[in-house]
């Protein structure tokens, strides 16, 4: 079983920037990814960055240029560094590690989700 304990979240005003933090704890292959999502009320839940054990990564647009994903795999630690942040990135933001079972198939576990929110 993998947990993990985000942290990090917070408010700021705009231009302003947040690191998250989060910590996978259990039994984690190698063959895994992990990444940052948020959900803003009424709408769903997004990909906003994620890199894979081999450090490759991958962004959405709407934060391309402005947020930082890494990650520490000795410490299975993933952050997400957050500049130049926009009122529309409020949200609750969640971590998620993808575990590849197969070429197909995969497992994904979730943090608890930190809220962050952004001030005009």
């Known amino acids: 079983q993998v947990q993990l304990m985000e942290s990090g979240g917070g408010s700021v005003q705009a231009g302003g920037s947040l690191r998250l933090s989060c910590e996978a704890s259990?039994?984690?292959?190698?063959?895994?990814?992990m990444g940052w999502y948020r959900q803003a009320p009424g709408k769903q839940r997004e990909l906003m960055a994620s890199?894979?054990?081999?450090?490759?990564?991958n962004y959405a647009d709407s934060v391309r240029g402005r947020f930082t994903i890494s990650r520490e795999n000795d410490k299975n630690t993933v952050y997400l560094q957050m500049n130049n942040l926009k009122p529309e990135d409020t949200a609750v933001y969640y971590c998620?590690?993808?575990?590849?079972?197969?070429?197909?198939?995969?497992?994904?576990?979730w943090g608890q989700g930190t809220q962050v929110t952004v001030s005009s």
């Open positions: 890199v894979t054990s081999a450090g490759s990564v």
């Open positions: 998620n590690v993808r575990i590849w079972r197969t070429l197909y198939t995969a497992t994904d576990y």
């Open positions: 259990g039994s984690i292959p190698s063959n895994n990814a």
